[in-house]
């Protein structure tokens, strides 16, 4: 059974619309992450959170937003998409948020933006 | 800026030799540096990791190779597999900033 869970698996946006990416973690952990993967960037961090405060952000762009409503959610609101935002975008999660800690990563959201 | 470079981009190897994989960091604050590998359409997963205080750590046919004065590490699969085949990629963690920095990863190739 997948412990970190993406939704959708697969996300088509028309330019300028807004769309929300699910994750849920089901491993206990109290530290979770955004990364983003594109032919032009692999695995670039975007967000970290832990115990649901917002730890570290490289994002430059406030059309990223990342929301935690419990402890083991950590939504991200992508608003006025662009057709470079196309990627696909892991959720990632560990036990603390230290920074010797192991990642386990989701399945991944592959978001294709028209 | 890269923080965490990788070489080459692409590595191809017969079954049974040894693949060396490359990998330099910026950052002397740096402290953990784990290589995770990703299938096609999977996600990354952690496959090995290194501390500074260790200059070597293996793992069955895997094994890392670290040189703190050069800022240098390398991953070496011995006997390499046609299952070895994914994409690697080397990580660095520590200093200012407690997430990981990805290298632009490896894709090794092992042909039969």
């Known amino acids: 059974d997948p412990k970190i869970i993406q939704k959708p698996k697969y996300l088509v946006a028309v330019t300028g619309s807004e769309k929300i990416l699910i994750c849920e973690q089901y491993?206990?952990?109290?530290?979770m992450y955004w990364y983003r993967q594109s032919a032009k960037k692999p695995l670039e961090f975007m967000f970290s959170y832990s115990y649901q405060k917002l730890m570290d952000n490289q994002t430059a762009s406030s059309r990223f937003q990342p929301q935690s409503s419990k402890k083991n959610h950590l939504d991200l609101q992508i608003t006025a998409l662009k057709p470079d935002d196309s990627a696909t975008y892991f959720c990632?999660?560990?036990?603390?948020?230290?920074?010797?800690?192991?990642?386990?990563f989701g399945h991944g959201t592959k978001l294709s933006v028209l | 800026q890269q923080q965490v470079r990788q070489s080459p981009q692409s590595l191809t190897v017969w079954e049974g030799e040894t693949a060396i994989l490359n990998c330099s960091y910026e950052d002397s604050t740096f402290d953990y540096f784990p290589w995770y590998w990703q299938f096609p359409r999977e996600s990354p997963a952690l496959l090995i990791a290194i501390r500074p205080v260790s200059n070597k750590k293996e793992d069955g046919r895997f094994t890392i190779f670290f040189n703190k004065r050069e800022k240098k590490l390398s991953l070496h699969i011995t006997d390499s597999q046609p299952g070895d085949s994914a994409t690697y990629f080397c990580a660095a963690s520590g200093g200012s900033g407690t997430y990981q920095r990805f290298g632009t990863g490896t894709k090794l190739q092992v042909v039969p």
């Open positions: 990632a999660s560990s036990r603390t948020g230290g920074d010797n800690e192991r990642l386990f």
């Open positions: 491993l206990g952990h109290n530290a």
